[in-house]
Structures are given as C-alpha cells and as structure tokens.
C-alpha cells in the first residue's frame, strides 16, 4: 500500500513544485552558506537561523527548501563531493586510478575538517557524489569482482581516508602532549616484559611517524588488498 508520507531521503524530494514565483533560493546556496559557516566556525555553528542571516532570508522558509537538518547535512557532504576534479574517464590502472581518488578525498576533508564526523554518521550519495561512485566503478570495469564486492571497496576505501584523517586531526588537537604521553604509556607497558612483539615492533623505529608517508603506505596495502580476492588476479 503506497505511504503518503514524504521521502525520508532528500533527493528523492522535488526541490521546488514548478508552480508559483521563482524559489529566491536553492538548495545549493543554502548548502554552500552551510559549508562556508562550518569552515570558519566548525559543525555546531550551523543552523537555519545562521544559514538564513547569511542569505538574507526568514528562517522558516528555508524549510521549504530542506525540511530537516540530516537532509542539510546530506546536501552539505554532496556539495563537497563536487569538488572532486575528475578526467573523463579512468585512465586504466586501477591502482593510480583509486590512489588520485583517495588523494583527492583526503585534500577536501583536510579543507573542511567537520566533515568527517557527518560523513561517518550519515553517508549519502547524491548527484556529486554518484559522480564520484560512477568514476570509481567505472575503474574497475575490467575486474571480476562483482557489484556488491566493488561497492564494498568503494565504501572500504573511503573510510580509510576518513579514518585516517580523523586519527590525524585528533593528533593535532591534542597536540605534542598526547604524544608525548603516548610515548610515555608505551614506555611503561613495554618495560613489564608482557609484550614482546610490541617492544619489538617500536624498537625498530622510534622516529616520530611522518602522517604523509603512514597515509600512502596504509593506502597501498589497502588498494593492494581490496582487489586480491580477484580471480582474475
């Protein structure tokens, strides 16, 4: 039996009826407004109230236009996925082709810091980001792994870089004394004998990691892993 019930999803919504005067506004200013307020000012900055001052516009018509903060926070990631630059088409190595993808994405979450606790919480993709999916897929078109493993890939390789990106923000937050505290810990828990492969294993370097270089290399070993169930391979 069919709901009468909006969609949940927003871009299953029109984003104006096609009647009446010209919407003053759109979905897309809006969403810029709200990038640029949580760039400057971080995620808990960014309200209709905030977004309608910017544009000049009373605060209950914006729900005209999105009718709820998650669909906001949907429009916002989307609006960021723009900003990958794309070739026309993959240019035929999987690996380079995924590495640039995970360059790029790990670039824009290093200009948008916030975004990384909404794209965890709440992935979606829109228009942009269909974009980004399609490109990605289309990467891997001569594979032998099927819909479900390339889309899973997909996901594995973007939270990678979300991850990561987390790690190194909380890093810098914390700055040198979360570090040098850590240093600290490890210090002591190795020093009881108990654990031998990790007294071991931080023996073997004891240079501060270089987060550039962590990230290319985890970056390898999980491109290098993500098709390795091939059979093609």
């Not at 009373?58 to 906001?72: A, I």
């Amino acid at each position: 039996m069919p709901s009468d019930e909006e969609p949940e999803l927003i871009w299953l919504r029109p984003e104006h009826s096609g009647r009446g005067p010209r919407p003053a506004h759109s979905r897309t200013s809006i969403a810029r407004a709200a990038v640029a307020i949580a760039d400057a000012e971080g995620l808990d900055a960014v309200t209709m109230r905030r977004i309608a001052a910017e544009l000049g516009a009373g605060t209950m018509s914006l729900y005209n236009y999105v009718p709820k903060k998650e669909h906001l926070f949907d429009l916002m990631t989307d609006l960021l996925a723009g900003e990958y630059e794309l070739p026309e088409r993959p240019g035929g190595d999987w690996r380079a082709d995924l590495t640039a993808l995970a360059h790029q994405l790990r670039a824009i979450l290093s200009r948008h810091p916030w975004a990384v606790a909404v794209i965890t919480r709440r992935p979606g993709l829109g228009p942009n980001g269909l974009r980004v999916t399609e490109f990605f897929l289309a990467a891997l078109a001569d594979s032998s792994l099927d819909g479900s493993a390339k889309m899973e890939a997909f996901s594995q390789l973007n939270g990678y870089v979300c991850q990561f990106t987390e790690w190194q923000q909380r890093s810098t937050d914390a700055g040198t004394r979360w570090l040098a505290d850590m240093v600290r810990h490890l210090r002591a828990a190795t020093a009881t004998g108990r654990y031998p492969h990790l007294a071991e294993a931080l023996a073997r370097d004891t240079a501060p990691p270089d987060p550039d270089a962590a990230f290319e290399r985890g970056l390898q070993r999980l491109v290098t892993a993500l098709l390795a169930a091939d059979p093609a391979d």
